[in-house]
Structure formats: structure tokens, C-alpha cells
């Protein structure tokens, strides 16, 4: 299996800020009161964080896969041709997208996953090479 094209997570400021805000904030205040194991938490919680933030993309296959990656512990294969619909939304739920500006892919037995690519237009149009059938809906 080869890839053919990766696609990184589009990152948002609605997603990264107020994470930064909550994990600084209690890192420093773990610090400052000398709470050594509490700091300690936080940066396994910190390292777990900057693994998504860094490994979270999808990459399209030379055997027509798509392939949805974040972080360490998540990975999920969709053959393309069982895509059905894309549609675009805000959900804010939880899911492999580091933005609210998402894609929702619907999928096979009524599956869905929510992405947030960066290069939305080129990831839509590569979808479609494979499984022209796949139906664009509007909000």
C-alpha cells in the first residue's frame, strides 16, 4: 500500500486556545506550588496533546483508502468507494479534526466521521477521482 496523497488538519484557534489556556494554566499552577507529581501528569498529558496535534492527518491510497490518523492510538481505514456523502459542518464533537471547520463523511452501514483538512477543495476533488458517485451536501 502506497501513499498517494496526505493531508493535514486544518488547526483552529477555537480547538488550540483553550487547550494552551487550560494545560499552561495548570502546568504553571503546578509549578508555582511545587505540586511535582501533579506536574508531572500534566506533561504526560502535554506529551499525549502534542502527539494529535502533530500526527493527526489523512492519507488517500494507491488501492483507493482512505486513511484517518491522530495521534498515537487512533487509526481508521475507509475504503473510498463506500463513501456516500460530504457534507460540511461545525460539529464540535469529538473526532480526528483539529478545527470546526469540518467535513462529515458518511459512510458505509451509516458511519460518519468528521474531518477538518487543510486543502478542503483538493481533498473533496481527490475523493471523487475514485468514487465519482460520492454526493456533495450543503449545511
Do not use: H
Amino acid at each position: 500500500m502506497i501513499v498517494t496523497k496526505k493531508y493535514n488538519s486544518k488547526t483552529g484557534a477555537a480547538t488550540l486556545v483553550p487547550l494552551l489556556v487550560l494545560v499552561g494554566g495548570t502546568a504553571a499552577l503546578m509549578f508555582i506550588q511545587q505540586i511535582w507529581i501533579g506536574f508531572i501528569f500534566v506533561a504526560i498529558a502535554v506529551s499525549f496533546i502534542a502527539s494529535v496535534f502533530l500526527k493527526t492527518y489523512y492519507q488517500l491510497t494507491d488501492n483507493n483508502l482512505l486513511i484517518v490518523t491522530c495521534g498515537f492510538f487512533y487509526k481508521i481505514t475507509i475504503p473510498i468507494m463506500n463513501i456516500e456523502t460530504i457534507r460540511p459542518t461545525r460539529n464540535p464533537i469529538s473526532s480526528p479534526a483539529l478545527s470546526l471547520d469540518r467535513l462529515e463523511l458518511r459512510y458505509e452501514n451509516g458511519n460518519r466521521v468528521l474531518l477538518s483538512p487543510a486543502n478542503r477543495p483538493d481533498f473533496i476533488a481527490s475523493l471523487q477521482q475514485v468514487n465519482a458517485s460520492i454526493k456533495i451536501l450543503d449545511k
